[in-house]
């Protein structure tokens, strides 16, 4: 059961933007608060490991973001609905890949690598053509 459904990928052309967003679903959520859990985007191109994007803390008033996209992309979260949302502006062919939403519990700094998460989304593909 995919708990972390991610939505809004699709085709683009660089320069452009994207919202993708990812609603928690599914045992862990239900039965606990959003504001439980750290929330992440990270992504994935074929061949290369999982790269850190961006961070957001369980009550949404601190990001963080990689120096590759700081300044083009806003994560923002909405804990009453179980969604947090990662809006892509500026996009180049460089942003292509797989994004995938995490939740964590035991985050201490917010730039922390994907070893650290416990729940995953499946990935929804993001292709900026040049």
């Known amino acids: 059961q995919v708990q972390l459904p991610e939505s809004g990928g699709g085709l683009v052309q660089a320069g452009g933007s994207l919202m993708l967003s990812c609603e928690a679903s599914?045992?862990?959520?239900?039965?606990?608060?959003?504001?439980?859990?750290?929330m992440a985007w990270f992504r994935q191109v074929p061949g290369k490991e999982r790269e850190y994007v961006a961070a957001?803390?369980?009550?949404?008033?601190?990001?963080n973001y990689s120096d590759s996209v700081k300044g083009r992309f806003t994560m923002s979260r909405d804990n009453a609905k179980k969604t947090v949302f990662l809006q892509m502006t500026l996009l180049i062919s460089e942003d292509t890949g797989v994004y995938y939403c995490?939740?964590?519990?035991?985050?201490?700094?917010?730039?922390?690598?994907?070893?650290?998460?416990?729940?995953w989304g499946q990935g929804t593909q993001v292709t900026v053509s040049s």
């Open positions: 995490a939740a964590g519990t035991r985050i201490y700094y917010l730039n922390s690598p994907s070893s650290v998460y416990d729940y």
């Open positions: 599914g045992p862990a959520f239900s039965r606990y608060p959003l504001s439980r859990y750290t």
């Open positions: 957001i803390s369980r009550n949404g008033d601190s990001t």
